[in-house]
């Protein structure tokens, strides 16, 4: 890949922001863990080092080599990257009488700098460390300072090296993109030129070259990404794709018959199985979260693999892998520790032996949307809510049967189709009602009932990671409660989760 920009990772909360600010300016990059710096480094057109949550004095903190990249390719450290510059190359780095974290201004002192060219005098910056750099290294030239941080940057003469110790890539550094795109467009000389219609011109050509005539098989789960990957897929080998679309029994109300419909005006060749029966047999009499959704993965690979054997030498699995999970898996510290058994309920049991193809894998949610606009892809699809694999049913407290699946059916249903009506949908960034595990007494007319209370769930968050719960309209809370209380048998109590993400988590299990 031409235009390419290296981001070595050094295990900062904010890598991931760099990298996606860096593709908003329609460059694309890659995360690199710093131990695995690639050997050929003039594949690169710049370099950029993240911070980390170590100190450069501590004896495990990451030490690699940089004379592998300086002089060779432009070079820009932040933060921890910078102190790694410095401490290393005859400057000093010390713990900070004064914590420096949080916002600060910049007081720029080489203006007629290229890495500062349209950035104001005083813009604001965001500091996140407890080292800080008290000497330039060698050739080190002060570039700005703040009111606490003498050397808030610096560059080394001679050499494209420069050096920051705030954030550019968080929000709250102001002026941040533009430091960045002085970097890479001004300095480095990158080509702004990952544009999703780039990006799909040349992944449909590469899964061509890659795929020739073979077959294709494919998961669709009604959500984003899987589809995305599959108009691609289509667009390159079109009738060689088979799209399986299940129907667990646990979608929304109507969703199954709604999206496959939707899936064949695409032109897709995709085949709706409805197992609904046999998921509510594996479930039943589980009410321990992990159970279920152990049992839901279970029964989707066996439900998968039948039908995938029926389509006759197929070669390839397809899956709509984002760069999220890529990074995940190979990021600094290994594979995060997860807390529920999450994410990718599918994967496929070994002896299916399909090669992968996974034309996502290299990016984030929002270019997945983009790329998915690109495609022509309904509008409505693209923008729908985030919804887990087990579906409904680790939003069912306790055991499931289908009579509370279909009582949050239609409880979620009057929700989420009022969220549209009131305009709120799109404010919110996931939604859903949760059937709790409780009878509470109500009057109706002159009768006492004793039914079952659910709770409304709505959060806004940008990947699910945090969240909060959304101030939603009293008014709004007022109608959708009366709503399903009237028309959902059963129900007579609602209540609205305002707990946010930690503690809490977005689902109840
Ligand atoms: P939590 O509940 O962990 O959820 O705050 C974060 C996001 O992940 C979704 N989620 C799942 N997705 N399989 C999935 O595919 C799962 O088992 C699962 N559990 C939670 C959740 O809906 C939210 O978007």
Request: proline share 4%.
């Amino acid at each position: 890949m031409q235009n390419n920009v290296l981001i070595l990772d050094f295990g900062s909360q904010y890598t991931q922001l760099i990298a996606r600010r860096v593709r908003e300016l329609n460059i694309y990059c890659e995360i690199h863990p710093y131990n695995k710096i690639p050997e050929d480094i003039t594949q690169f057109k710049a370099v950029i080092l993240s911070g980390s949550p170590f100190s450069v004095r501590g004896e495990s903190a990451p030490h690699p080599d940089l004379s592998k990249i300086r002089k060779k390719v432009p070079l820009l450290a932040v933060c921890y990257g910078a102190q790694y510059l410095a401490h290393f190359n005859g400057g000093k780095v010390e713990a900070s009488e004064i914590r420096e974290y949080g916002r600060a201004n910049l007081s720029v002192i080489k203006a007629e700098e290229a890495l500062f060219e349209n950035i104001a005098e005083n813009s604001q910056v965001w500091m996140s460390h407890s080292d800080t750099i008290k000497e330039l290294p060698e050739n080190g030239v002060r570039l700005a300072s703040t009111s606490d941080v003498l050397n808030a940057a610096y560059r080394i003469e001679g050499e494209e090296t420069f050096a920051i110790q705030f954030h550019p890539e968080v929000y709250h550094s102001t002026d941040g993109k533009q430091l960045l795109e002085n970097f890479l467009v001004n300095i480095a000389k990158v080509e702004q030129e990952w544009t999703p219609e780039a990006f799909v011109e040349m992944t449909v050509t590469d899964l061509q070259n890659q795929i020739g005539e073979d077959k294709v098989v494919l998961g669709l789960s009604g959500g984003v990404d899987s589809t995305v990957a599959a108009v691609l897929l289509h667009r390159a080998i079109g009738k060689n794709l088979y799209c399986i679309f299940v129907n667990n029994g646990l979608l929304r109300k109507d969703e199954f018959e709604s999206v496959l419909d939707q899936y064949k005006h695409m032109g897709l060749n995709v085949k709706g199985v409805d197992a609904s029966a046999r998921f509510l047999e594996a479930l039943a009499g589980i009410s321990d979260p992990e159970g279920k959704r152990k049992a839901i993965g279970k029964t989707f690979i066996d439900v998968f693999d039948d039908e995938a054997h029926r389509i006759q030498d197929v070669k390839y699995l397809a899956q709509g892998t984002i760069y999220p999970d890529v990074i995940e898996s190979i990021s600094v510290n290994g594979p995060s520790a997860t807390i529920k058994s999450h994410h990718n309920v599918g994967g496929l049991p070994d002896y299916m032996k399909l090669k992968v193809v996974e034309p996502l894998r290299m990016l984030f949610k929002d270019e997945v949307r983009r790329v998915g606009a690109e495609l022509e892809i309904d509008k409505e699809l693209l923008g729908r809510h985030p919804f887990p694999g087990p579906g409904l049913a680790i939003r069912i407290l306790g055991d499931i049967t289908a009579e509370k699946v279909r009582v949050i059916q239609e409880v979620d249903a009057i929700f989420i189709n009022g969220l549209r009506e009131w305009g709120l949908y799109d404010k919110v960034w996931q939604a859903g009602a949760i059937l709790l595990p409780v009878n509470s007494v109500g009057v109706m007319g002159d009768e006492r009932t004793y039914e079952k209370v659910v709770a409304l769930r709505a959060v806004e968050s940008t990947d699910g990671m945090t969240a909060d719960w959304v101030n939603l309209p009293y008014d709004f809370l007022q109608k959708t409660s009366n709503t399903i209380i009237n028309r959902v048998k059963g129900v007579n109590r609602v209540v609205y989760d305002i707990s946010s993400k930690p503690p809490a988590t977005i689902e109840w299990e």
